[in-house]
């Protein structure tokens, strides 16, 4: 190379990098996937940038701090962004914990074809309906709501005090009346849900929307 010749970058094959410091841990990886999937780190990225030397995320003298931020599920989100890019199956979370960390960070950041990954895949692994209840609500999965209500509505065995404590008193005390009451067929017979079998051939989601204001 000489210093006459103009050098040009790569527009695909010429990363920038990014430093991330999670739990005392530094991670140096590209910046573009971050840029692309997250509207949080697009503008962050985007910001106009000042001294080089005190631009955070450069260097592992100065990284970007992640705080509040567990070190496995940083982990796994870059497992799913990275290797879902690139094809690598067994590179991906497996577990519903991966997922779930996955789920977690991605709905943080709004990586948005990420969370949606994550919650294909959680779905996918048969979670339990008192699973499915839990994480949408504390990741916004509204659409897990109904069915997984009603798939306990359903059953004859009643709530267990693990799942009621998961649950919430509340949400317990209204499934139980869901449970307890339902008009069959436009009659006035009611069943009580909670013991006959029949109750496994209802559909509880009108009562369940009512109950709950869904």
């Known amino acids: 190379m000489t210093d006459n010749i103009e050098v040009s970058k790569h527009s ?30 697009r503008d962050m990225f985007s910001m106009p940038q000042g001294d080089q030397n005190s631009v955070e995320g450069l260097n592992d003298d100065k990284p970007i701090r992640l705080d509040g931020v567990a070190k496995t599920d940083f982990e796994q989100l870059l497992n799913a962004l990275f290797h879902r890019q690139h094809g690598s199956v067994p590179g991906l979370p497996f577990s519903v914990d991966e997922w779930t960390s996955v789920l977690k960070l991605s709905t943080k950041w709004d ?21 499915r209840i839990v994480l949408a609500r504390q990741y916004d999965i ?56 029949r109750a496994q051939n209802l559909d509880f989601s009108a009562a369940i929307c009512t109950t709950f204001i869904l």
């Not at 990420?114 to 779905?123: E, P």
């Open 12 to 41: 695909i094959f010429y990363m920038n990098t990014v430093t991330f410091l999670v739990e005392n841990c530094l991670f140096k990886v590209p910046m573009e996937p971050f840029k692309q999937e997250s509207t949080i780190f």
């Open 142 to 197: 509204r659409h897990w709501l109904v069915p997984a209500l009603n798939e306990l509505a359903k059953r004859q065995q009643p709530l267990g005090l693990d799942e009621g404590a998961r649950l919430g008193l509340e949400t317990a005390l209204k499934l139980a009346s869901v449970r307890e009451r339902l008009m069959v067929s436009g009659s006035s017979i009611y069943v009580a849900a909670a013991r006959d079998s």
């Open 111 to 131: 990586f948005k074809r990420l969370r949606q990954a994550a919650v294909d895949a959680l779905l996918a692994s048969q979670i339990g309906p008192v699973d």
